[in-house]
Every structure is written in C-alpha cells, then in structure tokens.
T-cell receptor
C-alpha cells in the first residue's frame, strides 16, 4: 500500500528565509505525488503534482518540489517565505482508489 | 465557476442525533469522496463513490452512511453510532479516468458535538 510520511509537524521560518518541508513516500509502483495547502477552516488547494514527467516540479505561489527516487522523497521548497505562506501543508500519494495523506506540517512565518 | 459546495460550514449536534452534511459539485466529476480531518492526523477516508448508485467504505466508515443518487451530490450522514464525531469533514471529487488521482476539495464542514 502507498503511504507518505511528513517529517516535522511544525516549521517556523523568518520572512524571506527558505521554506523546506520534508516528505518521504512508500510505494510498490511508480507513484503520483502531490502537495496541498490548507488555510484555516478551508479546504485543500493543490500546490503541485508529480506525475512521472520532470523530476523537478514547479507549482503555484513560488513553490517547487523535487522527486528523488533513490531517497524516496518529494520535499517541498520555496526560496523566500512570505507571511501569506503561513498554513498547513499536506503531502499525498495516489493509490488504487484514493489519495493517502501525510499528517501535515504547519508553517509559521515570523516577521 | 465550477466547484464543490459543502454545507453547512459549521454544525452543532447533541449526542445521540444524526446529522447530514451536504456536498454538491458541478465539475462533472464521476468520483466523490468524504474525508475526516483531525488535528495531527491528516485526512482519513470515510467513503468514496466512483459512479452513481455505488459507493465503497474507506478506512473509517463505521458510524457513517452515504448515498449517491445523483452524479452531482454525495451527502454524508454522521449517525449516533459514531463515537467521536467532532471533526472537520472534507468532500472531494476527481475524474475517474484521470490516472493521477488528483482531488478537488470543498471548503469543509466543521461538526461539533455538544
């Protein structure tokens, strides 16, 4: 069965600093991987997705993620954090009939 | 604009009462899903439906029921048998023949049991 593990439930960064959110996956087949963002009391919005094309995937709001098969990782990065990046972020992997989500990482941005 | 509409956004229930959460989509998607979200646990799948008049249990279906009488609608009933119903509930949809499995989400419904 496919699964993902997000390392770190909370990340605090200064405005303008690098944002790095870690996600490792487990899959018996080549995976499709996703990063979603959730603002308080709202649904999830797709940031980016990996579908076996380019290993470096660019998404919305300046985020990108790199698929590394050798490390079974799909870490999310943004070079310069903005106050509006404060939210919860979820990594997910596609299975036979559903997406399986990680536990989430809450990002706090300090002024 | 196409999207998924969940209602109500906030709902309070007394113990022992059933409550139904509405989910409507106008994206013409075949598949619809209900997820439950609890702090620190991510999203867990309750039920999903890939076609009208058919649905399947997810990982935590006990105490919940659904119906899929129309393509656009997938209501979730939280029954009195659900021991810990206070949570944030998210409805989602997807294109069945899209092999990536990407989901589109509604804004969520927050249920609180008093």
């Amino acid at each position: 069965a496919q699964s993902v593990t997000q390392l770190g439930s909370h990340v605090s960064v200064s405005e303008g600093a690098l944002v790095l959110l870690r996600c490792n996956y487990s899959s018996s087949v080549p995976p499709y991987l996703f990063w979603y963002v959730q603002y308080p009391n709202q649904g999830l919005q797709l940031l980016l997705k990996y579908t076996s094309a380019a290993t470096l995937v660019k998404g919305i709001n300046g985020f990108e993620a790199e698929f590394k098969k050798s490390e079974t990782s799909f870490h999310l990065t943004k070079p310069s954090a903005h106050m509006s990046d404060a939210a919860e972020y979820f990594c997910a992997v596609s299975g036979a009939y559903k997406l399986s989500f990680g536990a989430g990482t809450t990002v706090t941005v300090r002024a | 604009d196409g999207g998924i509409t969940q209602s109500p956004k906030y709902l309070f229930r007394k113990e022992g009462q059933n409550v139904t959460l509405s989910c409507e989509q106008n994206l013409n998607h075949d598949a619809m899903y209900w997820y439950r979200q609890d702090p620190g646990q991510g999203l867990r799948l309750i039920y999903y439906s890939q076609i009208v008049n058919d649905f399947q249990k997810g990982d935590i279906a006990e105490g919940y029921s659904v119906s899929r009488e129309k393509k656009e609608s997938f209501p979730l009933t939280v029954t009195s048998a659900q021991k810990n119903p206070t949570a944030f509930y998210l409805c989602a949809s997807s294109i069945v023949n899209q092999n990536t499995g990407e989901l589109f989400f509604g804004e969520g419904s927050r249920l609180t049991v008093l």
